[in-house]
C-alpha cells in the first residue's frame, strides 16, 4: 500500500492495523496488562487507540534486558555494528509510508513533517553507522619511558525520555549513537505518542540488533519514567522536554550521580538587521515558527526586527500566516495540529493573557478547528507585535503557532533582547554584512546559530542548548560523546 493508501484507509475507518498492544522488552512485545490508556488522533479530538500503562514490573525487565545485552553488544566488533546500524536505516525507509502515518495520527504533524521525520531518523542511523568503527582514542607522548593511550568506552545502559512533538527523529537521535558506541538502551515514549517508537523498536530486532538490546516502556512519566530516572542501573539518561520536567529528572537522577543529556525549552530569536531582504525574513520567520506548529523546542518563537524594515516584514508574514490552512495532518495541510487538549488550552491561556495586557496582535490569536469536519485540536496562526522585553510573551515558552515580535535600532541592543531571556537553544541572523553576521554570532549565548536561513545546518552538527535549555549535545560526532567514557592507559617501559 502507499503513503496515500495506509492514509485513506484511516480517514475512512479511524483504525491503524496491526498497533503494537504492549512493551516491547527483550525483543518481543509483551502481553497487554490491564493498566491502559487511550490516544488520541489531534487533528480529529478522538482516540484512536489504546497502550500499555507499564509500572515498575515492566521497566524493571527492560533494564534487566538491557543490562545483559549491553554485555554481549559492547564486545561485537566495530564493523558489525556499522552493518547492523545500516540495515536499521534500509528497514525504516522501506517502512517509511507506515511510520509517518502512525506519526501524523499519533502527533498531529503533517505528512510532510511526518515524511521528513522518518527520513532524518533513517540518516541518523546511517551517520552514526559510520561513526562505529571510528570511536578512537589518542596516543599521549609522555616520553620514552612510558607508553599511554586513551579509549572510549561504552557507559552500559542508557535511559531516553521521549518527547512528543517529534517522537521518531528524537528516538533515533538518541539511540542510534547509543548502539554505535556499544550501548543497550531502555526508552520511554510521552504518553501522547506511544505508537511510532514502539514500532521502531520492532523494525530494529527485524533489522537485526540484538534481543534485549533496545527496549521500549510505555505508560505515565510519573511511573515508569521516574522508575527510570531512579534506577542506578541507568548509565546515561538523556531527556528532551519542559525546563521544569528536567530538573525533576535531574533531582531523581542525582542520588546515582547518573550522567544526563538534557534538551529542554526555548525561546530562540530570528534578529533581521536592516539590511536584510525582507521578503527572505518573512519567509524565514514563517518557517521558523509555524513549522510543526510551532511545538519545537529550537522554533524561532522571537523576531527581533530593526525598527527600518519592520513595517514591511510584518506585512509580507502576516499575510503569509493569514493564508495558512490548518487542517488534520493526513488531508495535506498547511499547518497541523495541536497535540493535546491541555496543550492547546495552555497556549490558548498564553495568548489570552497577552490580549489581556491589551497586546498587539496582528494575526489569529484563538482556538480553531479543521474546516473540513468542526474537529481536532488546532491555533490559528498568531503574531503578537511591538513587545517589550520583559512581557511574558517574550520571556516564557508557549511551544505552538505564536510568534512574539521586538523591535530594536542597534546592533548592541539586537544582541541583549537575543540574549535577553533564560533561554539560550538556537539563534539565526539575518543579514548582508558578513562581519556583522560573525560579531552577532560569537556574542549570542546559545548553542547553535545559522545566517539567513533559520533552519539551516543539518544532523551532522551538534545540537543543545545553554541556560536553560539544558546542557549537553546531541546529533554530530559529539552526539557520542554522551554514550562513552574516557579511559586512560600508562605502561611503564622499563625492562
Known amino acids: 500500500m502507499t503513503v496515500q493508501d495506509i492514509a485513506q484507509d484511516y480517514l475512512s475507518t479511524g483504525r491503524l492495523e496491526a498497533l503494537p498492544t504492549g512493551h516491547f522488552i527483550a ?17 480529529r479530538a478522538e482516540a484512536f487507540a489504546d497502550f500499555s500503562l507499564g509500572g515498575d514490573a515492566e521497566m524493571d525487565r527492560a ?5 545483559k545485552a549491553a554485555i554481549h553488544w559492547r564486545q561485537e566488533t566495530p564493523a558489525e555494528r556499522c552493518r547492523v546500524l545500516n540495515n536499521v536505516a ?16 499519533d502527533s498531529g504533524k503533517t505528512l510532510a ?22 570511536i578512537d582514542g589518542r596516543s599521549v607522548n609522555l616520553g620514552p619511558d612510558h607508553t599511554a593511550f586513551t579509549v ?4 552500559g545502559v542508557t535511559g531516553h525520555i521521549i518527547p512528543w512533538n517529534y517522537p521518531t527523529s528524537t528516538f533515533a537521535r538518541g539511540v542510534a549513537p547509543a548502539l554505535a558506541a556499544g550501548c543497550s538502551v531502555v526508552a520511554k515514549p510521552a504518553e501522547t505518542t506511544p505508537f511510532t517508537a514502539l514500532v521502531m523498536a520492532e523494525l ?3 533489522a537485526g540488533v540484538p534481543d534485549g538490546l533496545v527496549n521500549v516502556v510505555t505508560g505515565l512519566g510519573a511511573d515508569v519514567g521516574a522508575k527510570m530516572a531512579r534506577d542506578p542501573r541507568i548509565k546515561q539518561l538523556t531527556f528532551t522536554g519542559s525546563v521544569a520536567t528536567g530538573v525533576n529528572v535531574a533531582r531523581m ?24 531582504d525582507p521578503e527572505k525574513v518573512a519567509d524565514g520567520a514563517y518557517w521558523a515558527i509555524f513549522s510543526n506548529s510551532g511545538q519545537i523546542c529550537s522554533a524561532g518563537s522571537r523576531l527581533i526586527l530593526h525598527r527600518s524594515i519592520r513595517d514591511e516584514v510584518l506585512a509580507l508574514l502576516t499575510d503569509k500566516a493569514r493564508q495558512i490552512r490548518t487542517g488534520h495532518g493526513l488531508s495535506a ?11 492547546l488550552s495552555r497556549i490558548k491561556a498564553h495568548v489570552d493573557a497577552a490580549k489581556s495586557r491589551g497586546a498587539n496582535i496582528l494575526t489569529g490569536g484563538d482556538v480553531t478547528s479543521d474546516a473540513d469536519t468542526g474537529k481536532g485540536w488546532f491555533f490559528q496562526p498568531t503574531i503578537i507585535a511591538d513587545l517589550e522585553p520583559g512581557d511574558p510573551a517574550v520571556q516564557e515558552e508557549i511551544f505552538g503557532p505564536v510568534l512574539s515580535v521586538q523591535i530594536f535600532d542597534t546592533e548592541e541592543e539586537a544582541v541583549a533582547l537575543a540574549n535577553g531571556t533564560e533561554f539560550g537553544l538556537i539563534a539565526s541572523v539575518y543579514t548582508r554584512d558578513v562581519g556583522r553576521s560573525m560579531r552577532v554570532a560569537g556574542a549570542l549565548d546559545c548553542g547553535q546559530v545559522s545566517v539567513n536561513d533559520y533552519w539551516a545546518g543539518g544532523l551532522e552538527l551538534p545540537f543543545g542548548g545553554n541556560k536553560k535549555s539544558g546542557y549537553g549535545r546531541e546529533k554530530g560526532w559529539e552526539g557520542l560523546d554522551a554514550y562513552t567514557k574516557v579511559k586512560s592507559v600508562t605502561i611503564s617501559n622499563a625492562s
Open 113 to 134: 513533517e511526518a515524511m521528513g521525520d522518518i527520513q532524518s531518523s533513517a540518516r541518523l542511523f546511517e551517520y552514526y553507522a559510520g561513526a562505529a568503527d571510528k
Open 253 to 276: 537522577a542525582a542520588p546515582n550521580v547518573t550522567r544526563l543529556t538534557l534538551e529542554l525549552g526555548g525561546k530562540s530569536p530570528l534578529i533581521a538587521f536592516q539590511d536584510a
Open 333 to 343: 495541510p498547511d499547518m497541523g495540529a495541536i497535540n493535546s487538549e491541555l496543550h
Open 152 to 155: 572510549r568506552e561504552p557507559v
Open 204 to 206: 530494529l530486532s527485524e
Open 90 to 105: 534500509r528497514v525504516f525507509r522501506d517502512q517509511a509510508d507506515r511510520l509517518a502515518v502512525i506519526e501524523v495520527v
Open 27 to 43: 525483543g518481543k512485545v509483551t502481553p497487554s496488562s490491564d493498566r491502559r490508556m487511550e490516544s488520541f488522533d489531534p487533528g
Open 63 to 67: 533494564i534487566d534486558a538491557a543490562e
